[in-house]
């Protein structure tokens, strides 16, 4: 086994260069006479703008433009555009109104930008905010979703009649209502999945760069798609060559979603470069960061689960109402809808299942993918009324997961909404859960804490997520001439350590030394295509472009081999980082095949050694697992204490396991988050972000964090990648909530609380409120 190769827990190579300082990030960069812009936003959440005079700001000290909404389309610009459209059950388009960068006569969340100032230092186009005057209509408003779908609200779009953006059903529904109308019994429930600030640790921004002679943008930003961003932008805002707009990302602090949506300030930056031939850059401050990043979740749910006499799942109903915000963003109408049913029925067998979901137009922030993107939902849905279930029935929700979840020998199992899950073991993941949390001795920790006037309860839930986004992934290796590699990749890190992991696939593959391999990502000069981060998809999808690439990379590098050693490229073998002659005891090493690959005798064309790859799933893999949480409630405050968590967790092949348990702990921290801490409130009459600050909005701590056993299933392999990888990146986002709602719920009786779980709340059901 190599040091550095695949399973090993090698440490973060990236690491270093954060904790020192050295990372480089975009507001790290100030190219020569770099502008700075600001937004100007609306303080009302519903209103016509009735008239923008921004004369005197353009006069303003430092100044060099001020640009409003109408702007864009007296320029010839396009709107801002969503990634995919749905339609609806009756085959129309879901409605899609137009959501230009600026406001253009009307706003429709506080926040919304109405004006762009760019200026010689931030500080001067910051100023130069109070000379715009600005005279607002103000309009009734709504903030949630289903007063904002009945009869007599206020309505946002002349677009979208009655404020539906689409109504949207998978599934065959008559099967599923006869199994509802024919069940034993029907567990139901209705809950919320409260809405989220996604919060990364680097805020979001935008620096670009035009060249008036050659007509080209390069534009940078804490972004996860830099491919994404240049098709859209280019193709359909800017209507120019996508050729002609570079994209380039940084490193980024975090994206969880939140950065792999357009934002109007990544199109501003663009069109004030190309206005006034000069870089302009804008970044977020922390503030504002909370006023008009997307945001997640915001969903009210009615579930029904159909059980027959021997308990058995019969039949999913699912209805959606989703906060789909103001506008719809770049993956909105996707999250609710395709990305929650790409996993729904979860790892039971259940034969029929019908979903379907209304998007509503709200006085709020667009909603977008956090961390999970409809996963999470799903499963907190499905294990929440699973629970419900069980205690309507009068039985144990283990032994009841147990009668349903899918058996080995119906794997394949074709789920009933159409998804091909191809392996897991089920049962045996959640029995090894189980096992780990001590399950058995929860009894004497129960009266532990009873004995220190605490209430104890435990909670369990199972989860299957699937790898999803683009189905193709890119990379490419460069040999230098004295033996250094250049790995580049279409996909981006956002803190998951591709540097590291993919590193490691290359020095297993090549046996290269692994600290002479350099890594390129998220740049659209430096790969042909590339899809950047999200769903779960980068080791599945990069990483079997990597194996590609090396593979051609060898081929090469044996006939060359070949040549050094006077013998046919057939009789050559690579093995421990040389090739070698088979049979024999002569060899060469990579340092000598690369400079025989440079040799000046060689023609251009053959001069050099590299290898690239493009590489298409066989289908998406589905991760899947068991998390089980145990909490202590002081009842005299209402306070919750996470103290344990177990996680088991089948990710295919485990490339480092030290990444992939920060990987979980981040994810189980998050859902602790939602099910907790963070509730993002908007007043009801104002519409105003009540939540705006970190004093006003709670994110968990370090102090927050329960004593955790992360533990890997690796006994399920799955043929969807040649390394049978599954996906890692949101497993705890997607189980921990469930788990620990379910575990206050039978710490204090309950039949079901909604997130966030604050000490009020906690404290008035322990009081039977």
Known sequence: MMKFGIGQAVTRVEDRRFTTGLGNYLDDAAPEGCLHGFVVRAPVAHARLRSIDVGAARAAPGVRAVYVGQDWPDAGLKPIPIRAALENVDGTPLAVPPRWP????????????????????????????????????????????????????????????????????????????????????????RLVNNRIVINPMEPRGALCLYDADSGAFTLSGSIQNVFMFRTLLAEQIFGIDPAKLRVVAYDVGGGFGGKNQIQPEHALVMHAARDLAAPVKWVSDRAEGFLTDGQGRDQQTRVRLAL???????????????????????????????????????????????????????????????????RPEACYLLERVVEIAAADLGVDSIELRRRNLIRPEKLPYRASLGHLIDSGGFEDLMDRAIANADWDGFEARKAQSAARGRIRGRGLACYLEATLGVPNEYARIDFDADGGVTLSVGTQSNGQSHETTFAQIVHEKLGVDFHRIRFRQSDTAATPLGNGHGGSRSLQLAGSAILGASDKVIEKAKALAGELLEAAAADIELRDGAFRVVGTDRSVGWDAVAEAAFAAGRSESDRGLSGDDEYTRAGNAYPNGCHIAEVEIDPETGLIDVVDYTAVDDFGRIVNPLVVRGQVMGGIVQGLGQAVLEHTVYDTETAQLVSGTFMDYAMPR????????????????????????????????????????????????????????????????????
Do not use: Q
């Open 102 to 189: 600026l406001a253009i006569g009307r706003v429709r969340h506080a926040g919304e930008g109405v004006a762009f100032i760019v200026a010689e230092s931030r500080r001067a186009a910051e100023d130069a905010t109070d000379l715009v005057e600005a005279d607002y209509d103000e309009l009734d408003v709504v903030t949630d979703s289903v007063a904002a779908l009945g009869d007599g609200a206020p309505l946002l779009h002349e677009e979208a009649r009655g404020n539906r953006a689409f109504h949207w059903s998978k599934g065959e529904r008559a099967p599923v209502e006869k199994a509802l109308a024919e069940a034993a019994h029907v567990a139901e429930l």
């Open 308 to 374: 027959d006499k021997d308990h058995r799942f019969t039949g999913l109903y699912v209805e959606t109402t989703a906060n789909l915000g103001a506008y719809l963003s770049t993956n909105g109408p996707v999250v609710p809808t395709g990305a929650t049913a790409s996993v729904l029925g979860g790892a039971y067998d259940i034969p029929s299942v019908y979903t379907e979901v209304r998007g509503a137009f709200t006085n709020t922030v667009p909603t977008d993918a956090y961390r999970g993107a409809g």
């Open 702 to 769: 370090a102090d927050h964090l329960p004593a955790t056993r992360i533990d890997f299933y690796e006994d399920a392999p799955t043929e969807t990648s040649p390394m049978g990888v599954k996906g890692c990146g949101e497993a705890g986002t997607i189980a921990g909530s469930p788990a620990i709602v379910s575990a206050v719920c039978n710490a204090l009786g309950l039949r079901h609380i909604d997130m966030p779980l604050t000490p009020e709340k906690v404290w008035a059901a322990a009081r039977g409120r």
